[in-house]
């Protein structure tokens, strides 16, 4: 069963288990998943009110925005479990001969690219909720503000969380052009997340 189809009570509890994962790199893409039903949840509350009339397109297309990050963040809640899988199946490769180290060595690598490009992911759509929550300031429900102020914070979470995901799997990474061009993405994009949600915060506690 997916991680994603269990109950929070279960996911929690499989979380704080001595199994290796799912970890915090599936906790990073749920954090961002919170984050994109938080800006559903306030965009439901605004569209068809009439004192925010004006805004009633925007907000209709930020909770569509919202619903596809919500669904690309729960997918890598799943992704990123399976991702480490693959490097924990390397481990049991047999390792007795040159050719079976080689072999062993190129399936570790692959493995840990794909371990640090889920989570990379994950830092690129959490940037994009920040974006949107920074997008709906003063556009939504008031009554909806910490709302959108938490959206932000989950979104920042998810953001930072997923960054030392990808940085750790490339550090072990030997593709040097792989690792810089990873590496410079999601420093940007957590940039750009910090950036944001730093805003939205701080406008946020301003107004509540």
Do not use: H
């Not at 991680?3 to 954090?31: C, E, K, M, Q």
């Amino acid at each position: 069963m997916k991680l994603v189809d269990d109950t929070l009570a279960r996911f929690a509890d499989v979380l704080a288990s001595d199994a290796p994962a799912p970890g915090g790199g599936s906790v990073a893409a749920l954090n961002g998943a919170l984050a994109a039903a938080l800006l559903r949840m306030v965009c439901a509350l605004t569209a068809g009110k009439e004192k925010y009339r004006e805004f009633q397109g925007e907000a209709l297309e930020t909770a569509r925005l919202a619903g596809e990050l919500q669904a690309r963040l729960l997918a890598g809640v799943d992704e990123d479990t399976e991702a480490f899988g693959k490097v924990s199946a390397v481990f049991s490769m047999p390792k007795g001969t040159d050719e079976e180290k080689a072999a062993r060595g190129a399936a570790m690598q692959s493995a840990l690219k794909g371990a640090a490009l889920a989570p990379l992911e994950t830092v690129k759509a959490a940037r994009d909720c920040a974006r949107l929550a920074a997008s709906a300031l003063g556009k939504t429900n008031a009554s909806c503000a910490s709302d959108l102020g938490s959206a932000a914070l989950c979104a920042l979470a998810s953001a930072r969380a997923a960054w030392l995901n990808v940085k750790i799997n490339l550090s072990g990474i030997k593709d040097a052009e792989f690792g810089e061009r990873v590496g410079r993405e999601a420093r940007e994009a957590l940039a750009e997340a910090e950036r944001l949600a730093d805003e939205v915060y701080a406008k946020t506690e301003r107004a509540v």
